[in-house]
């Protein structure tokens, strides 16, 4: 049973980081292109960055690009994003998700096909 579940979430003020983790089970994450989307208040779910089933390759949306970073731990079977600089505008739920088994990262949400139940991030002094 595939099952993705998100921690780490929080408040925090503007400036600050946190780090989220997604811990996979049922199935391994280096065989998987692996993302994190998150969903404003009031707006679509957007892709925030993913990293591929080899975990050399990673992609970042250009609202985060140079402050998060996507990593993998292959033993623990998850998958972390890193925030640093946080601005209020990251405020959002943020889900973790498993896509393809392929050599590139989607940014496409219905490329994913398994979710997690997110974590609430709020940015806010």
């Known amino acids: 049973q595939v099952q993705l579940v998100e921690s780490g979430g929080g408040l925090v003020q503007p400036g600050g980081s946190l780090t989220l983790s997604c811990a996979a089970s049922g199935f391994t994450v280096s065989n998987y292109a692996m993302g994190w989307f998150r969903r404003a208040p009031g707006k679509e779910r957007e892709f925030v960055s993913g990293?591929?089933?080899?975990?050399?390759?990673?992609r970042y949306a250009d609202s985060v690009k140079g402050r998060f970073s996507i990593s993998r731990d292959n033993a623990k079977n998850t998958v972390y994003l890193q925030m640093n600089s946080l601005k209020p505008e990251d405020t959002a739920v943020y889900f973790c998700?498993?896509?393809?088994?392929?050599?590139?990262?989607?940014?496409?949400?219905?490329?994913?096909?398994?979710w997690g139940q997110g974590t609430q991030v709020t940015v806010s002094s």
């Open positions: 990293i591929t089933r080899s975990g050399v390759s990673t």
């Open positions: 998700a498993r896509g393809p088994g392929v050599t590139y990262v989607p940014v496409m949400s219905s490329t994913y096909n398994y």
